[in-house]
């Protein structure tokens, strides 16, 4: 059976630093790795995927993401932080097979002026 | 504009209650899902269907129940069987097929307590 590890319940960064939210994953065969994002009383919102190519992704918003198949990672980054990324992100993984997702416990961005 | 509704926002259940949640999408898409919300748990999968007049259980499908009648809803029982019932409750859609490569779309959300 899948899963998805992300192993900091919050990361404090400042405006303007890079920031970087971590994720492993486990899953047989090929990965099919999702990053949402979520801000108060709202749905998830979509990021980036990485389903196979290069293992840099861009996504909405300048954040990008690095699939790292022999470290299981796929770790969320951004260049310059701003405080409106402040809000609680998933990462999510797929198999190859099926429909289901699989979410991680999610981590919480805060970003300080 | 496409994406997916669900009503409504807050709920409260009194006990011994059954409460329905709705999810309405215009996406055209086959799949649907349900999931549970609560703090620093992440999201719980509760039922899917992948096509209509079909569905399957999730991870913590236990007092909850649903129905497929038509591609565009989904809606979701809460009974009084489910004995903690207070959580931020997501509906999501994807495609299938081909097109599951695809993210899934997630509505606000309906926040459920208990009387």
């Known amino acids: 059976a899948q899963s998805v590890a992300q192993p900091e319940d919050q990361v404090n960064v400042a405006e303007g630093n890079p920031l970087t939210v971590k994720c492993t994953y486990s899953?047989?065969?090929?990965?099919?790795l999702f990053w949402y994002v979520q801000y108060p009383n709202r749905g998830l919102q979509f990021l980036l995927k990485?389903?196979?190519?290069?293992?840099l992704v861009k996504g909405s918003y300048g954040f990008e993401a690095e699939f790292n198949k022999s470290q299981t990672s796929f770790h969320l980054k951004k260049p310059s932080a701003l405080v409106s990324d402040s809000a609680l992100y998933f990462c999510?993984?797929?198999?190859?097979?099926?429909?289901?997702?699989?979410f991680g416990a999610g981590t919480i961005l805060r970003v300080k002026s | 504009d496409g994406g997916i509704t669900q009503s409504p926002k807050y709920l409260f259940r009194k006990e011994g209650q059954n409460v329905t949640l709705s999810c309405e999408q215009n996406?055209?898409?086959?799949?649907m899902y349900w999931y549970r919300q609560d703090p620093g748990q992440g999201l719980r999968l509760i039922y899917y269907?992948?096509?209509?007049?079909?569905?399957q259980k999730g991870d913590i499908a236990e007092g909850y129940s649903v129905s497929r009648e038509k591609k565009e809803s989904f809606p979701l029982t809460v009974t009084s069987a489910q004995k903690n019932p207070t959580a931020f409750y997501l509906c999501?859609?994807?495609?299938?097929?081909?097109?599951?490569?695809?993210?899934?779309?997630f509505g606000d959300g309906t926040r459920l307590s208990i009387l």
């Open positions: 999510a993984v797929r198999d190859g097979r099926g429909n289901k997702l699989v």
């Open positions: 999501a859609s994807s495609m299938t097929g081909q097109g599951r490569n695809q993210p899934q779309h």
């Open positions: 899953v047989s065969g090929n990965p099919y």
């Open positions: 990485y389903i196979t190519g290069d293992n």
């Open positions: 269907s992948q096509i209509v007049n079909d569905f």
């Open positions: 996406l055209n898409h086959d799949a």
